[in-house]
């Protein structure tokens, strides 16, 4: 995720590990054997200098994991470590129009929900969806665990394009009346069970308050959307037609999407239905967009976002993820003759589809008067010892190193005076400030 360029993602759908105390494999002679990955965690799972960065730019979150490992323990500490250092680098990657959906369970959702809340803002917490993913069963001594939950935040100005479901039989069996135009059913006219005012006047033989003024009643009746019972004593009603009934607005309980099954199913652990992407990528996207899948799996987003037109990046630790991507991709598109293909490169349909195994670089243009900005910004502090200095004796430095896959981005520069310079050489701000202290240069915390 460090080589991503800062504000460029468009979506972000994650389904890491759950800390389910699990380790998932597929089974043999699926298309997926072989893939395996362990969701048990401890402390030694864990870069100390993901424990110091957060410390250094996340004190609310560094004091908030703090308190996880007082209460859920040393191997939610560390879990709840792995995914916060993520959870910023994916703040950092998305646009600002961009929505994430953190996909987990009840296990360690409440701890992820917190640092969601840290890192996006607790404002920008839209949803949590709870998705109901296999049919119920027997738990002993408790209710069936037959939900996952989806965590819905957005950055700012999101996209989103409201869902809808089928409508159901009952509600079909109620456009019982036809006319010309087609199948329609009433809605009412009367603003009686609505609270606030209407227009009282008679219409058609009824002194009622209406919703709408009579002009606009007669305009309605002109066109054709009134329906006149014609039994005595019915009300007038305006017709909705079946043909421009959008369904119902999905909520935020999912309950008609089943799991992954028959030509679908890949074998791969934790595998999610496709369906549930779609409607994740409809909702919160645009055609074009980029999609981006932190812990891809099987490939089940990307696939999603091909076939609803949009980019994607999919990253996964393990490489059978990236081989069944390739594999996913190409039955899907039922790959033409004389399409290229490598081992790395393939195209399918009009896109081409790159397997990168390096940490990719990004191609960033200095800003040649980016020491003259940073000086202004920091007032002249060095953001190591926070004592001032006359700007020549200041040099840009990468607060995340390169050598840690820190890039070039001004959001991951900054100025340092001579001495911090050589002290932090490849180490991170943590690692400086530690330093500092055993010097006497910093206080102690
Ligand atoms: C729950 S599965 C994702 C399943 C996926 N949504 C799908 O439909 O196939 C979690 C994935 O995270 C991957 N993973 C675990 N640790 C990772 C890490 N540090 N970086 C990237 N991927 C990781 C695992 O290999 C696994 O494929």
Same mark, same amino acid.
């Given at each position: 995720?460090?080589?991503?360029?800062?504000?460029?993602?468009?979506?972000? +759908?994650?389904?890491?590990?759950? @800390?389910?105390?699990?380790?998932?494999?597929?089974?043999?002679?699926?298309?997926?054997?072989?893939?395996?990955?362990?969701?048990?965690?401890? *402390?030694?799972?864990?870069?100390?200098?993901?424990?110091?960065?957060?410390?250094?730019?996340?004190?609310?979150?560094?004091?908030?994991?703090?308190?996880?490992?007082?209460?859920?323990?040393?191997?939610?500490?560390?879990?709840?470590?792995y995914m916060a250092v993520r959870i910023i680098e994916m703040h950092r990657i998305l646009k600002p129009t961009?929505?994430?959906?953190?996909?987990?369970?009840?296990?360690?959702?409440? +701890?992820?929900?917190?640092?969601?809340?840290?890192?996006?803002?607790?404002?920008?917490?839209? @949803?949590?969806?709870?998705?109901?993913?296999?049919?119920?069963?027997?738990?002993?001594?408790?209710?069936?665990?037959?939900?996952?939950?989806?965590?819905?935040?957005?950055?700012?100005?999101?996209?989103?394009?409201?869902?809808?479901?089928?409508?159901?039989?009952?509600?079909?069996?109620? +456009?019982?009346?036809?006319?010309?135009?087609?199948?329609?059913?009433?809605?009412?006219?009367?603003?009686?069970?609505?609270?606030?005012?209407?227009?009282?006047?008679?219409?058609?033989?009824?002194?009622?308050?209406?919703?709408?003024?009579?002009?606009?009643?007669?305009? /309605?009746?002109?066109?054709?959307?009134?329906?006149?019972?014609?039994?005595?004593?019915?009300?007038?009603?305006?017709?909705? +037609?079946?043909?421009?009934?959008?369904?119902?607005?999905?909520?935020?309980?999912?309950?008609?999407?089943?799991?992954?099954?028959?030509?679908? !199913?890949?074998?791969?652990?934790?595998?999610?239905?496709?369906?549930?992407?779609?409607?994740?990528?409809?909702?919160?996207?645009?055609?074009?967009?980029?999609?981006?899948?932190?812990?891809?799996?099987?490939?089940?987003?990307? *696939?999603?976002?091909?076939? /609803?037109?949009?980019?994607?990046?999919?990253?996964?630790?393990?490489? %059978?993820?990236?081989? /069944?991507?390739?594999?996913?991709? *190409?039955?899907?598109?039922?790959?033409?003759?004389?399409?290229?293909?490598?081992?790395?490169?393939?195209?399918?349909?009009?896109?081409?589809?790159?397997?990168?195994?390096?940490?990719?670089?990004?191609?960033?243009?200095?800003?040649?008067?980016?020491?003259?900005?940073?000086?202004?910004?920091?007032?002249?502090?060095?953001?190591?010892?926070?004592?001032?200095?006359?700007?020549?004796?200041?040099?840009?430095?990468?607060?995340?190193?390169?050598?840690?896959?820190?890039?070039?981005?001004?959001?991951? %520069?900054?100025?340092?005076?001579?001495?911090?310079?050589?002290?932090?050489?490849?180490?991170?701000?943590?690692? *400086?400030?530690?330093?500092?202290?055993?010097?006497?240069?910093?206080?102690? !915390?």
């Open positions: 995720m460090r080589g991503i360029r800062s504000g460029s993602i468009d979506l972000i +759908y994650l389904d890491p590990p759950f @800390n389910s105390k699990h380790d998932y494999a597929a089974p043999i002679g699926s298309k997926a054997a072989g893939a395996a990955f362990k969701d048990t965690w401890s *402390l030694s799972d864990i870069d100390k200098e993901w424990w110091g960065e957060i410390s250094e730019s996340h004190p609310a979150l560094y004091k908030l994991l703090d308190a996880v490992q007082h209460v859920g323990g040393k191997s939610m500490m560390a879990y709840a470590i961009g929505s994430i959906y953190l996909h987990c369970d009840t296990t360690a959702g409440h +701890y992820l929900k917190l640092l969601m809340d840290s890192v996006f803002g607790a404002a920008n917490y839209r @949803n949590s969806i709870t998705w109901q993913r296999t049919n119920p069963h027997n738990d002993a001594g408790r209710y069936g665990r037959i939900s996952d939950v989806l965590l819905f935040y957005k950055k700012g100005n999101h996209v989103w394009n409201t869902q809808y479901t089928e409508l159901s039989d009952k509600t079909r069996a109620m +456009y019982r009346h036809k006319d010309g135009r087609g199948v329609y059913r009433g809605l009412p006219l009367t603003a009686e069970s609505l609270s606030g005012g209407g227009y009282r006047y008679e219409y058609h033989g009824h002194d009622r308050v209406w919703r709408r003024p009579r002009e606009s009643m007669m305009q /309605l009746e002109r066109d054709g959307l009134v329906h006149l019972p014609k039994r005595d004593g019915g009300l007038p009603e305006k017709k909705l +037609y079946l043909s421009d009934a959008k369904g119902v607005p999905v909520q935020d309980i999912w309950t008609d999407i089943r799991p992954a099954l028959g030509r679908e !199913r890949v074998g791969y652990p934790t595998q999610k239905p496709l369906a549930l992407l779609e409607r994740i990528i409809s909702a919160s996207s645009n055609p074009g967009d980029v999609v981006f899948d932190p812990f891809c799996g099987c490939a089940t987003a990307c *696939l999603a976002a091909e076939k /609803l037109g949009r980019r994607w990046i999919g990253i996964d630790i393990s490489e %059978l993820a990236a081989r /069944l991507i390739k594999s996913r991709m *190409l039955d899907a598109a039922r790959a033409k003759d004389g399409e290229q293909e490598t081992i790395d490169r393939f195209t399918v349909g009009a896109g081409q589809i790159i397997h990168r195994t390096d940490i990719p670089r990004q191609h960033v243009q200095r800003d040649p008067c980016i020491k003259n900005k940073l000086y202004g910004v920091q007032e002249g502090v060095c953001k190591g010892c926070t004592k001032h200095f006359e700007i020549r004796h200041m040099h840009v430095d990468h607060e995340i190193p390169k050598a840690k896959g820190g890039q070039d981005d001004d959001g991951n %520069l900054q100025l340092l005076c001579g001495s911090c310079n050589t002290i932090k050489g490849t180490k991170t701000m943590a690692e *400086l400030k530690a330093r500092l202290r055993e010097l006497g240069i910093l206080p102690e !915390r």
